[in-house]
């Protein structure tokens, strides 16, 4: 047995079943697409179907049977849903295609910015029957972040209640883009069997393996075709100046014009081609590969990557894909496998790299030793010699290299930015079973932590419990179970935590005073301050106005330190108090007796002082929610909404959908998801992110404070200091 299939645990194929290896391709020949979309609108299956029509795999991968390439996971083939970024490749018509398959769920849709940021083309895969959806939108506003061009797959068009029409309608009406279909359905719902290719103005329908034969055009909807095929002459014109000048003269634009121009109107954004098909019935497919390779940018088509010449980033530089130019990589995903080691996942930006080379990590400022290249197939690492600009490729075991460095030579070396993931929304306390448990839970989140930048875990400092925070209850609830499953590791989850904060609402002018004599040399510190308010979100501002020698300069920041100190524990329950000024006005020291210890505990005195007159109060995180609900539900979806103390914002109708938005405070939306299944039956979905804080109301900061105590957040203060 090889070593990739021992390692990776593999069963090995039969030897009748084993493909060719993959081989080099140049980086004309090379597509990299990110398939994204909302959740079940079948993007893993797409993939699955892709790669057996392509010959890349020989059995056809099914979600339902919990055999697709992409989702090899026990947790995903159980959930039937992808928890991260997952890797396959094909080979069609001399071209190597790329699939990153994406999540498409709401608690781990996040993962698709990383898988968009080092492709060249995203391929958004909508729900025939459901048109877009809340994660299509938002997986859309990722690829506007890193301008890029886009491919529409109106999927499940075999399905009962599929509408190609309403789809692309509900897809122009959201995007407000230059929308237009490359094929047509021909049948509708079980009828589903073939497509027109409007660009080539041929039509074919497909056997159940997929396999195409071409027949005449239907006269049925002649029409629309012949509308559509000129509404794709008119943008191939609007892309460029000179085709538009020609298409006012003569009125349309020749064959020769059309055909070349198509991918360079896809590759500036000018024009997204729209594809029916259905990756059940593989009706369709042949006809995406085709024009993938014909009309999709391949990486030479990106304007120059910009980077930074050191981690510092503080001077800027450029890299072009180009194989002359010195190699660099971005690291853009680390999965962290029990057998292999740490798997390092990039893409080749500039230059070219072989097996065994050692490269410079620039973010980090060491040297690795590459070892063996690979790419990925699902959980399969297949090995190959070397690695182009534009190519996306693995490497095992690598000493310090993390998702998000660069790699490059070190003679030019280049430090390419890394990839935001939105702040974490909500966080539980979780709590190792057993003491072999707390042993171990560490080392098993550390590596978890690897593979899942959107996570976040500490220990909080005061209640010693360890924190988990990620994007919503799924997201923490698939971690417990791959701690469980993958590093034997069990633990109990505590009830979600609320961030809450804390802030004054007066000015008021204190005194901290600390004075110690035991004997021997004393502790002696005195300031001055006022404290104010300060509007939300505006953090913490310290201001020293003393003027001569009240308080020697040198001992000045000891008081700023002691009132940070102090405020991270606040003074109603214990949460960090923020929004505030400090203004140091006058003090006193002594000569012998003063130190910077003690001005720091004059500095903590300070704000106690000042929280018994400025009245804190606390502060809870309110989110923006987005509920997508069929229309018949809306009213109880909105009523439900303004009895969690929601104030709904407006109301929009997207394709078969009503879209409600509102702002919720966090502790009402803990949960959210279970109520929302029970009214829509489980055909609605919510997107929650964080807006700002507001003032809890009086009726519940006892509660607040109650909760509070019983974790120990509140302590007594020691005089002593």
Not at 76 to 86: A, C, D, F
């Amino acid at each position: 047995m090889d070593f990739e299939l021992e390692t990776l645990n593999f069963e090995p194929i039969p030897k009748k079943e084993i493909l060719p290896k993959m081989k080099a391709f140049t980086t004309e020949n090379i597509r990299n697409l990110a398939v994204i979309g909302h959740g079940d609108a079948g993007k893993t299956q797409l993939v699955s179907s892709l790669l057996y029509i392509a010959g890349a795999t020989p059995r056809w991968g099914k979600v339902t049977d919990g055999t697709t390439i992409t989702d090899y996971d026990e947790d995903s083939i159980e959930r039937k849903v992808s928890l991260n970024n997952n890797f396959a490749h094909l080979e069609y018509k001399d071209t190597k295609i790329n699939l990153i398959d994406t999540p498409g769920y709401a608690a781990f849709v996040s993962h698709a910015r990383p898988a968009l940021r080092v492709s060249d083309c995203a391929l958004v895969v909508v729900d025939g029957v459901n048109g877009i959806e809340v994660q299509t939108e938002k997986t859309w506003n990722y690829a506007n972040e890193f301008l890029l061009p886009r491919f529409i797959v109106i999927n499940k068009l075999d399905k009962e209640r599929a509408d190609f029409g309403n789809a692309l309608d509900s897809a122009s009406t959201s995007f407000a883009r230059s929308i237009v279909p490359f094929t047509l359905p021909i049948g509708q719902e079980a009828e589903f069997k073939g497509v027109v290719d409007v660009v080539h103005m041929k039509a074919y329908e497909f056997d159940e393996n997929g396999k195409a034969k071409e027949i005449s055009i239907p006269e049925s909807g002649r029409d629309l075709i012949d509308k559509t095929r000129e509404r794709i002459v008119e943008l191939v014109a609007e892309s460029d100046d000179e085709l538009l000048e020609k298409y006012f003269e003569n009125g349309t634009l020749d064959e020769e014009d059309i055909i070349p121009n198509l991918s360079k109107a896809i590759a500036k954004s000018k024009l997204c081609p729209v594809y029916a098909v259905s990756s059940e019935t593989l009706a369709g497919l042949s006809v995406l590969l085709d024009h993938i390779v014909e009309f999709a940018p391949n990486p030479a088509a990106h304007e120059s990557e910009y980077g930074f010449k050191d981690a510092e980033e503080t001077m800027r530089t450029t890299r072009n894909y180009s194989n002359d130019e010195p190699f660099s990589a971005f690291v853009f995903r680390t999965i962290a496998d029990p057998f292999a080691g740490r798997i390092n996942v990039m893409k080749v930006i500039s230059g070219k790299i072989s097996s065994d080379a050692t490269v410079y990590n620039s973010r980090r400022d060491t040297m690795e030793r590459l070892g063996t290249l690979h790419v990925l197939q699902g959980k399969n690492l297949d090995k190959v010699p070397e690695a182009t600009t534009g190519d996306i490729i693995a490497v095992v075991k690598l000493k310090d290299t993390q998702t998000g460095d660069t790699l490059c030579d070190k003679a030019s070396p280049i430090v390419y930015p890394n990839v935001q993931y939105p702040e974490a929304a909500i966080a539980f306390a979780i709590e190792p079973k057993s003491r072999a448990d707390e042993d171990k839970i560490s080392t098993a989140l550390h590596k978890i932590l690897e593979e899942d930048p959107s996570l976040h875990f500490d220990r909080d400092a005061q209640t010693k419990e360890f924190i988990l925070s990620g994007s919503g209850q799924l997201h923490i609830e698939t971690v417990v179970d791959k701690l469980k499953n993958k590093y034997g590791v069990e633990v109990a989850l505590h009830p979600p935590k609320v961030p809450y904060k804390e802030t004054i609402t007066a000015q008021v002018e204190v005194q901290g005073r600390h004075k110690k004599q035991s004997g021997g040399r004393g502790q002696f510190g005195d300031c001055k301050c006022v404290f104010e308010p300060l509007e939300r979100s505006a953090g913490f501002e310290f201001v020293d106005k003393i003027f001569g020698g009240a308080i020697p300069q040198n001992f000045r920041p000891a008081i700023e330190k002691g009132i940070i100190e102090a405020a991270q524990n606040g003074a109603v329950a214990g949460y960090p108090l923020v929004d505030f000024k400090v203004t140091l006005i006058d003090g006193s020291y002594h000569n012998v007796d003063s130190d910077e210890h003690s001005f720091r505990a004059a500095g903590r005195k300070a704000f106690r002082n000042a929280m018994e007159k400025a009245h804190p109060t606390l502060l809870e995180p309110i989110m923006d929610i987005e509920v997508f609900c069929p229309q018949e539900v809306s009213g109880d979806i909105m009523g439900d909404l303004n009895s969690r103390r929601g104030r709904v914002q407006g109301m929009e109708t997207r394709g078969k959908q009503q879209v409600i938005k509102a702002q919720v405070p966090l502790s009402e939306m803990l949960d959210y998801q279970g109520r929302l299944n029970s009214m829509t039956q489980a055909r609605g979905s919510y997107h929650m992110q964080f807006s700002h804080y507001d003032p809890l109301p009086q009726n519940l900061t006892g509660k607040v404070i109650e909760q509070a105590q019983a974790e120990g957040r509140i302590r007594a203060h020691d005089e002593d200091e």
